[in-house]
């Protein structure tokens, strides 16, 4: 059984996790499991959400229906930032098809919905190498409400075949209409500071900072904002300025869960680059060659990449789908 969960504890002092509410729920609390590494990542709980841009960002689940397209389970795959009344945008890879003409039954929601029973494992915090790590899961609350028998609320209405987004439409009665508004998106600048808003595996709404653009190229935008699987289509906001500037879409090699259950730990840059050269590129460790790789890997390639906001606005207006459209109700 799948139910909804709602807020979390909060561990002052330490990179933390929180979760986010919708306007139509009540409150409820958890604390979760973190595999971050030593970057600030934060939940959010609703009483951290300040602007509309934190209040956009929501998670999105494919569904399995019955025949009456009532859902039977429901599984977190990305995040979804909501860009108008009637419109949440998300990674086209994250729009996947079930059959040759119709795509995947997909639901938005800005409440974080887990699996009952999950993270029961009580909380320590460890010190390596210097840094340090948060190994809980916590004493999991979760309402009643079962999940079983919602509708798909999403739509596709439009996939980029040369960016990788999609745009989706709001079926039902979205109860929450604060979304983000595309005409104050800005073109990202290497250098700039950036804050990663997304919803990482199974994990509610988060907040990564200390990190920022570290490179531009065709179509994309490198960054170093911590993210794992289900952070693709997060919002990446100017720290600076507070204005949204792209859309996450993939993360570095393995830097994910699975490792940090295993080790207890997520890796560096620097180690991530090592283990690539070793085990990808199969070169000796400690020789010339080795130290070159782990050089060159560490600091060009391995990066988060992300969509810039500005060319989506273009490609959408492009095709008929500007802010008239996208902000109607």
């Known amino acids: 059984m799948i139910l909804r969960k709602r807020t979390a504890n909060v561990l002052k002092a330490l990179p933390l996790f929180a979760i986010m509410l919708t306007a139509c729920d009540t409150q409820e609390?958890?604390?979760?499991?973190?595999?971050?590494?030593?970057?600030?990542?934060q939940i959010l709980e609703d009483k951290d959400l300040s602007t509309s841009l934190e209040r956009s960002v929501g998670a999105i689940y494919i569904m399995t229906v019955d025949e009456q397209g009532k859902s039977l389970a429901i599984n977190k795959t990305c995040t979804g930032i909501q860009i108008g009344p009637r419109f949440v945008l998300t990674n086209a890879h994250c729009v996947k098809m079930k059959s040759e003409t119709d795509y995947v039954d997909l639901y938005f929601s800005k409440d974080?919905?887990?699996k009952e029973g999950e993270g029961q494992k009580p909380i320590k915090a460890v010190d390596l190498a210097g840094n340090l790590y948060l190994q809980f899961d916590g004493k999991t609350r979760m309402d009643d409400k079962p999940t079983k028998g919602l509708s798909a609320n999403l739509e596709v209405r439009y996939v980029s075949k040369t960016l990788d987004f999609a745009l989706l439409a709001l079926t039902d009665d979205f109860c929450d209409r604060t979304h983000m508004d595309m005409n104050l998106v800005e073109a990202p600048a290497i250098g700039q500071p950036l804050t990663l808003l997304s919803y990482p595996n199974d994990m509610p709404l988060t907040r990564s900072t200390n990190c920022s653009v570290e490179a531009l190229v065709p179509n994309e935008m490198k960054h170093t904002c911590d993210s794992a699987g289900g952070s693709s289509a997060g919002l990446l906001i100017s720290a600076a300025t507070g204005v949204p500037v792209g859309?996450?879409?993939q993360g570095v090699f393995e830097n994910s869960?699975?490792?940090y259950n295993e080790h207890g730990r997520s890796e560096t840059t620097v180690e991530l680059a090592e283990r690539e050269c070793a085990e990808k590129y199969k070169i000796?460790?400690?020789t010339e060659k080795f130290v070159e790789c782990v050089k060159v890997r560490s600091t060009t390639f391995l990066f988060n990449r992300a969509i810039p906001l500005?060319?989506?606005q273009m490609e959408l207006s492009a095709q008929g789908l500007g802010s008239d459209v996208i902000n109607a109700n």
Do not use: M, P
Not at 29 to 41: M, P, R, Y
């Open 29 to 41: 609390s958890s604390t979760l499991k973190t595999f971050f590494g030593a970057h600030d990542v």
């Open 112 to 114: 974080f919905i887990a």
């Open 247 to 249: 859309l996450h879409r």
């Open 257 to 259: 869960t699975a490792f």
């Open 284 to 286: 000796e460790i400690g």
């Open 310 to 312: 500005n060319e989506i």
